[in-house]
Antibody
Framework: EVKLEESGGGLVQPGMSVKLSCATS????????MEWVRQAPGKGLEWVAEIRNKANNYATYYGKSVKGRFTISRDDSKSIVYLQVNSIRSEDTGIYYC??????WGQGTLVTVSS | DVVLTQTPVSLLISLGGQASISCRSS???????????LHWYLQKPGQSPQLLIYQVSNRFSGIPDRFSGSGSGTDFTLKISRVEPEDLGVYYCLQRTHNPLTFGSGTKLEIK
């Protein structure tokens, strides 16, 4: 059974940093591209970042609103994908989902940006 | 960036009825490899999105044949026949052909 579990969310002050993690199991993690998607309260889905697999040189891509502030990374030995969020803003508030190639999704972790 | 325009914004459908959702793209979603990376998702209240249809018309594992996808190029449709109570939620289309990846703004399905 494929499982993805996000963690690391919580209340964060504007301008600070937070690192989200997504632990996975049930599939060969190293073979797959991994994504982060977020959803602001009451809003739609927004793609945030992608990291490809070793065969694709671990290439990374970002949405325009987060480029330069967010960093996606992965640890294939632990089957975990990360999202480092720097210089966080109020508009970054929302649920952050990790997904394996957009097929399987975690339950999300809530990040609230507030002073 | 590719803009996906979903219509209608909301749908009110009777149990057993049929729903149709349109997703129109601002540019062709045919990838250079010949594939079209247009997918459909349902987000039920309080849940994560779930994949229904991938690459225009392929049902994901466990998805009933009441759900069907069609279209090509810039114009795509999701049809739900024999609507059931568990079909309520927000439907999204997603394109993975072009970076940045983009979602449609969603269509809320309510049951009469």
């Amino acid at each position: 059974e494929v499982k993805l579990e996000e963690s690391g969310g919580g209340l964060v002050q504007p301008g600070m940093s937070v690192k989200l993690s997504c632990a996975t199991s049930g599939f060969t993690f190293s073979d797959y591209w991994m994504e982060w998607v977020r959803q602001a309260p009451g809003k739609g889905l927004e793609w945030v970042a992608e990291i490809r697999n070793k065969a694709n040189n671990y290439a990374t891509y970002y949405g325009k609103s987060v480029k330069g502030r967010f960093t996606i990374s992965r640890d294939d030995s632990k089957s975990i994908v990360y999202l480092q969020v720097n210089s966080i803003r109020s508009e970054d508030t929302g649920i952050y989902y990790c997904t394996e190639g957009f097929a399987y999704w975690g339950q999300g972790t809530l990040v609230t940006v507030s002073s | 960036d590719v803009v996906l325009t979903q219509t209608p914004v909301s749908l009110l459908i009777s149990l057993g009825g049929q729903a149709s959702i349109s997703c129109r793209s601002s540019q062709s979603l045919v990838h250079s490899n010949g594939n079209t990376y247009l997918h459909w998702y349902l987000q039920k209240p309080g849940q994560s999105p779930q994949l229904l249809i991938y690459q225009v018309s392929n049902r994901f594992s466990g998805i009933p044949d009441r759900f069907s996808g069609s279209g090509s190029g810039t114009d795509f449709t999701l049809k739900i026949s024999r609507v059931e109570p568990e079909d309520l939620g927000v439907y999204y289309c997603l394109q993975r052909t072009h970076n940045p990846l983009t979602f449609g703004s969603g269509t809320k399905l309510e049951i009469k």
